[in-house]
């Protein structure tokens, strides 16, 4: 067998495996957030119209997907933007690519706020930006640019005060703007309870890869929103060892192979967006801002 026919063999089963994994890694990647249910769809009428076409050898039909197959490519950019930006920020923290920046944020100053808000019961939306930059916000907010500090943080949320409504964006250790309006999450099995500040949170996480922490203002609990999913009633020790290992520990510090492993293997399975502390499956979360 000479190198020509080992080619034929082989190259085949390559770009069987090269285009397998990039449709499995898309659709895990999108499983879950707003636009699954657009890819479900489109799949499916997509599919069931060439089976009819095939089927019924309907030559136009057969010709019109044929043409139109170009501009498929434009219109998954437009639909999935928000998606394809945070799969490409995330494929840019490859140790391959990656510079020698890391974002470090203050994570005692964030235990410590969210510590003395929880306790007064004072609701807090506060996101911590990483590499995608929040443009969308920071239009909507007012700037500040300061310290992040406990005592700025509590001054900013204190009850009517003119710019306790809505979010804060922190970025190297700095308060970037405050009053900011997060993206509210769209998902259709968000239980009818959650409240605002909770469907911001998520829905900046959904289109984002920032960390937002979210204090109730009801029943003083917090939580947090990373990659599209919530979790709900966790303690000051368990979001400081997130915090920790979330940011303090990023993907860049791992191997190809693990940031490989952690793409395709250990990233959040689908399932109820929002987690209770006790885990129990189809559990009616806590109402609250």
Known sequence: MNWTQGQGIWRPGLEILILAVVIY???????????????????VAL??????????????????????????????LVIFQPELRRMLAELGNLPLFATAHEQRAD???IIQTVERLADVRIGALIALEQSIQLEEAVESGIVVDCEATAEMLETIFFPNNAIHDGGVLIKGGRITHAACIFPLSQR??????????????????????????????ETGAV????????????????????????LIHPVQARGALAWLRAWFVERP??????????????????SGK
Request: aromatic share 8%; glycine share 10%; hydrophobic share 50%.
């Open 25 to 43: 890694g898309a659709l895990r990647f999108v499983r879950g957030t707003r636009g699954w249910p657009v890819v479900t769809g489109f799949i």
């Open 47 to 76: 599919v069931a119209l060439a089976l009819v076409t095939y089927a019924l050898d309907l030559q136009v039909v057969r010709w019109l997907l044929g043409t139109f197959s170009a501009f498929l490519a434009v219109a998954v």
């Open 107 to 109: 994570i005692e100053v």
């Open 188 to 217: 259709p099995d968000l239980h009818k309870s959650l409240g605002t500040r909770h469907r911001a949170a998520l829905g900046l996480s959904e289109e984002t890869d920032a960390l937002v922490v979210v204090i109730s203002e």
């Open 223 to 246: 939580s947090y929103a990373y990659k599209g999913q919530l979790v709900r009633a966790v303690t000051l020790g368990e979001l400081r060892a997130f915090l920790t290992e979330t």
């Open 269 to 286: 399975k689908p399932g109820p967006v929002v987690v209770t502390r006790a885990g129990a499956a189809g559990a009616t979360p806590p």
